[in-house]
């Protein structure tokens, strides 16, 4: 079992493209998880965090262009959301050059993920199926 399974019905928010981006962050955060547990060294988990970090903003940002064309109308405070997400990353991987890693920055990652597609993403979903 993976540390975050995949559940089309909990998860998928009716976009192809959305969705396989979502899964993909989700085998990111997976492959972290695999890394800490195996005691890969922290340039392993520096650069795979590093990946993340880069993928997310590259996904919020091609949800966000798919929320403003859709004049979606909390496109603005949306975009907040992913921005907290983007510094809470790039500050986990400077306290990573001082201290080890531990697990609290890895639950992180995937609590606020999954929160977020369930039920920010998921908003945007039922918008787009309305209209
Ligand atoms: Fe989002
Ligand atoms: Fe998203």
């Not at 997310?56 to 909390?74: C, I, Q, R, V």
Request: charged fraction near 30%.
């Amino acid at each position: 079992m993976s540390f975050i399974n995949w559940e089309s019905e909990k998860y998928s928010v009716n976009h192809d493209v959305m969705d396989k981006q979502h899964m993909q962050l989700v085998d990111m955060i997976n492959q972290f998880h695999d890394f800490l547990n195996q005691g890969e060294s922290k340039d392993a988990l520096k650069m795979i965090l590093g990946k993340l970090r880069v993928y997310a903003d590259t996904h919020f940002k091609a949800e966000e262009g798919l929320l403003g064309k859709s004049n979606y109308p909390e496109v603005e405070s949306h975009k907040k959301l992913h921005e907290y997400y983007i510094v809470k990353l790039s500050e986990f991987e400077k306290a990573m050059e001082k201290a080890p890693c531990n697990s609290d920055v890895m639950f992180f990652m995937k609590d606020w993920l999954m929160e977020h597609i369930e039920k920010e993403d998921k908003k945007y979903s039922n918008f787009l199926k309305s209209k």
